[in-house]
Structure formats: C-alpha cells, structure tokens
C-alpha cells in the first residue's frame, strides 16, 4: 500500500491529518494528534489499512517552516513503528 502526503498542500497539523487518515482508512473517532498516530502506526489494529505500507513524501522542499518541527516528529513516529517491525518504508520525493 502506498501512501502519498504532498506537503506542498499542507498548511497546518489538521491538513496534515486530513490528508494521511482517509489514506489510512482511519475510523472516524482517530485522534488527530501525534499520540492518536502512534497508537495507530506503532500499536495497529486501529485503522482499516495497515503496513506493510510506504509512505511518500512529496513536496518536502516546500514543508512550511512552522511544520518542520512536527514533520521531524512524524518521521519519529515512522521509525517507532518501524522498530517494532511495523514495515513502514518512508520516502521523499
């Protein structure tokens, strides 16, 4: 399954949020927080599409400055997942 997050159109968390849960086949009442998003990518059995997955970055030259931190966070979450073999391959293009 491949997952494509265009941080071009990302202007905030909640775009961020808006764009990867419906990917995910995320259930309505997911949090959209970095604690919901470790539950569901580290924990699993929460959301309708589960790894082994990758996720694709677009964009990511135009990540907008406040989002870095966040963005820094996310790939966290990403390799958390990973190092309980989740299988989630990252990438940017």
Same mark, same amino acid.
């Given at each position: 399954?491949?997952?494509?997050?265009?941080?071009?159109?990302?202007?905030?968390?909640?775009?961020?949020?808006?764009? +990867?849960?419906?990917?995910?086949?995320?259930?309505?009442?997911?949090?959209? @927080?970095?604690?919901? $998003?470790?539950?569901? =990518?580290? /924990?699993?059995? +929460?959301?309708?599409?589960?790894?082994?997955?990758?996720?694709?970055?677009? @964009?990511?030259?135009? $990540?907008?400055?406040? =989002?870095? /931190?966040?963005?820094?966070?996310?790939?966290?979450?990403?390799?958390?997942?990973?190092?309980?073999?989740?299988?989630?391959?990252?990438?940017?293009?």
């Amino acid at each position: 399954m491949k997952i494509f997050i265009d941080w071009k159109n990302i202007a905030n968390e909640e775009d961020f949020y808006n764009s +990867i849960l419906p990917q995910l086949d995320a259930p309505e009442w997911h949090g959209r @927080n970095l604690d919901a $998003l470790s539950d569901s =990518l580290v /924990g699993g059995g +929460i959301n309708g599409i589960e790894p082994p997955m990758c996720i694709i970055n677009l @964009n990511v030259e135009s $990540l907008a400055v406040q =989002l870095r /931190g966040f963005f820094t966070k996310v790939a966290k979450i990403y390799g958390e997942a990973n190092e309980h073999d989740r299988k989630i391959r990252v990438f940017e293009e």
